[in-house]
């Protein structure tokens, strides 16, 4: 993707701007001593490329300033962008575009003629971001999401201060977490199309061994439903049947042979005949034998109960009882404490026992079993249970068959009861059961989907290693100072994100790779070597351009001056940035750099010239990002 950038605006006021240009096929050098908003630029660019999360310092810069604008060339398009400044952390809704430069006089007034995510769409399309690029893993309702913009690859343009010497991060993509970077698996995703991998096919058998993943396991899950409900089916009809045999012992009816909706009718029509007449007591009380015999099975499992908690009970009274009677001798220590000399530490201890005592009184006192035990006492529970017990007594004159009618009203009762939970676990049951998993077919898909993976990822391997790899490598020879590393070896790990080095014989750990240096050294040769090999494999979705804040930022402790003998490292790394350049343009290829630094301009000038740096902009003394008199007019305005 061919890009570069113009001019940078900043508006302080409908009549006061500051304007910086620069230069395409050059390094752009903005310098400047520490605290002059020198690393705000690449805010303030990605501001104006659209960004919904706006990076700019609030103090003096966002705070001083109306508005920004940027002009720049996206293949052969000329763009001129002006957005008003984010309020209280949130990005401007309005957006101004023209398709030509700007007017010396222009300021951005009226009413906005274009939508932040409207001009994102232009450049999407711009940089060949069509609908075939959608984010494979981001689904919902079979509905893919258009997830993939210009700004997910800024990263690549990006090597900003906090990750310049860090030593382990050497994408900034915490940047851009809004952008579409915030997971590994987005990021791999993005890498793949940097390295030109066609993935569509691994995506694809990605999705198929998802598919048959998913398949599998809710075939699983669905047998498990299944058999669970029909055991839990079986054991309550086991014991239908069994009250069944009870009531009609002689019967030839084969009732394990049965559908459970057989078994529901045979049931029925089962409570429906053995319904007993009633006599005139039982008339007036409107009871009749099943509902007793249900009542009565009912009562006698309530008074077990009760009785079973009584019995804990008393056995956790008789517990605290016996220590209520070891710890009494507490009480007359207690009392007598003065007369036996006791040692303040011995009196503590006799007090933290005395207050166990009275706790466990307290408690003795408070607990009380009948909080646990029905309002109904006892005494009546029983005697409920005895008036049941008569009623089916009486009704047992009534010979229905020849088995006991007091069994016979008891299995009745119990198989009313039973029946309605018979019908519940019946109905749980689906419909049908799953069908056995086809595990050949299973086979099958995953094997060709694994050979495909297992090509693609090959392929990947091969074009990191011996293309992507080789032009990193170049870079890093070209180094000049390397710290005891001169014969070692790039290699890019993919699942770490990170360039590693090798000693031939292993990975070196990074904790002994040893100064920041070294680390800056790693970083400016990975941004380097990946816009080479972008060089030779092009990649529309990638700008031809890097923003590069403070490769000296190693050389500095909290002062504006370098230690003298770090000065060499950091000439030859604006030795290779310039080779870098020069050796672009020599092969008829753009590619625009902006250094922001905070060494002396010596460092490229006179003895040292470097032939592609171009200072821009020199923030010494007084002079900064914001100019010191629009600070001192917005600090008056404000009266602070």
């Known amino acids: 993707m061919k890009f570069h950038i113009e001019k940078i605006y900043l508006w302080f006021s409908p009549n006061e701007k500051r304007c ?19 690393s705000n630029l690449f805010a303030i660019i990605d501001y104006c490329l659209m960004s919904d999360k706006p990076n700019i310092v609030e103090p003096v810069i966002n705070e001083c300033t109306m508005a920004y604008g940027m002009e720049f060339v996206l293949n052969d398009t000329y763009y001129a962008v002006s957005r008003m400044k984010p309020e209280s952390g949130t990005a401007s809704q309005s957006v101004w575009l023209q398709h030509a430069p700007f007017k010396e006089d222009y300021c951005p007034n009226g009413t906005s003629n274009i ?3 409207g001009l994102r769409r232009q450049l999407d399309l711009k940089c060949g971001l069509t609908e075939d690029y959608l984010y494979p893993w981001g689904k919902e309702d079979d509905k893919p999401r258009l997830v993939v913009s210009f700004r997910s690859f800024l990263m690549y343009n990006a090597l900003t201060e906090n990750i310049i010497a860090s030593q382990y991060e050497f994408l900034n993509y915490k940047f851009f977490e809004d952008e579409y970077v915030d997971s590994k698996e987005k990021r791999a995703y993005l890498m793949d199309v940097l390295l030109g991998i066609d993935n569509v096919a691994e995506r694809k058998a990605k999705a198929a061994i998802k598919e048959l993943d998913s398949a599998k396991r809710s075939n699983k899950n669905q047998t498990t439903r299944y058999k669970k409900a029909v055991q839990n089916y079986n054991k309550y009809k086991k014991d ?7 009531i009609e012992p002689q019967t030839d009816v084969g009732y394990e042979q049965l559908s459970g909706t057989e078994l529901e009718e045979h049931v029925k029509d089962i409570l429906k005949k053995y319904t007993p007449h009633q006599d005139k007591d039982i008339e007036k009380s409107g009871d009749n034998t099943s509902e007793l015999s249900a009542e009565l099975y009912k009562k006698k499992m309530l008074l077990f109960n009760i009785r079973r908690a009584q019995a804990e009970y008393q056995k956790y009274q008789e517990e605290n009882s ?19 000399g006791v040692t303040i530490w011995g009196r503590h201890i006799i007090e933290e026992l005395q207050t166990s005592l009275t706790k466990l009184r307290s408690k003795k006192s408070s607990n009380n079993i009948a909080s646990v035990i029905p309002t109904k006492s006892v005494e009546n529970l029983e005697a409920e249970i005895m008036e049941c017990e008569n009623k089916l007594k009486a009704l047992s004159e009534i010979k229905l068959k020849p088995i006991e009618s007091s069994s016979l009203y008891l299995a009745l009762g119990q198989l009313k009861s039973l029946f309605p939970i018979l019908a519940d676990k019946y109905a749980q049951i689906p419909s049908s059961a799953p069908k056995d998993y086809d595990y050949a077919h299973d086979s099958e898909v995953r094997g060709r989907a694994s050979d495909i993976i297992k090509e693609i990822e090959s392929r990947r391997g091969s074009v990191v290693r011996d293309s992507f790899d080789k032009y990193i490598q170049e870079i890093y020879d070209s180094l000049s100072v390397k710290d005891n590393f001169e014969d070692c070896k790039t290699r890019y790990d993919r699942d770490k994100e990170r360039l590693e080095l090798s000693d031939g014989k292993s990975i070196l750990n990074y904790n002994n790779i040893g100064s920041q240096s070294n680390y800056m050294y790693l970083h400016v040769c990975f941004f380097l070597g990946m816009h080479n090999f972008l060089l030779y494999n092009p990649c529309n979705q990638i700008a031809n351009f890097l923003f590069i804040d403070q490769p000296s930022v190693p050389y500095y402790e909290n002062t504006d001056d370098t230690k003298s003998n770090d000065k060499a490292k950091l000439i030859d790394v604006f030795r290779v940035i310039d080779k870098f350049v020069k050796n672009r343009v020599s092969n008829g290829k753009e590619f625009q750099i902006i250094l922001i630094e905070h060494a002396e301009e010596s460092y490229w000038t006179g003895e040292n010239v470097l032939e592609t740096f171009s200072t821009r902009v020199n923030f010494d003394g007084d002079e900064a990002l914001v100019p010191n008199h629009i600070i001192k007019k917005y600090r008056n305005e404000n009266k602070y």
């Not at 910086?20 to 020198?38: A, D, M, Q």
């Not at 239908?240 to 009870?246: Q, R, T």
């Not at 710890?327 to 007359?332: D, S, W």
Request: hydrophobic share 35%; proline share 4%.
């Open 322 to 340: 016996t220590i209520e009677e070891s710890l009494k001798p507490v009480e007359y220590l207690n009392q007598h404490l003065l007369e036996y």
């Open 115 to 117: 939508k932040p995510f």
């Open 240 to 246: 239908i049947i069994d009250l069944l045999y009870k």
């Open 20 to 38: 910086i240009t620069f230069e395409n096929n050059k390094v752009n050098v903005i310098r400047g001593n520490s605290s002059r908003g020198k």
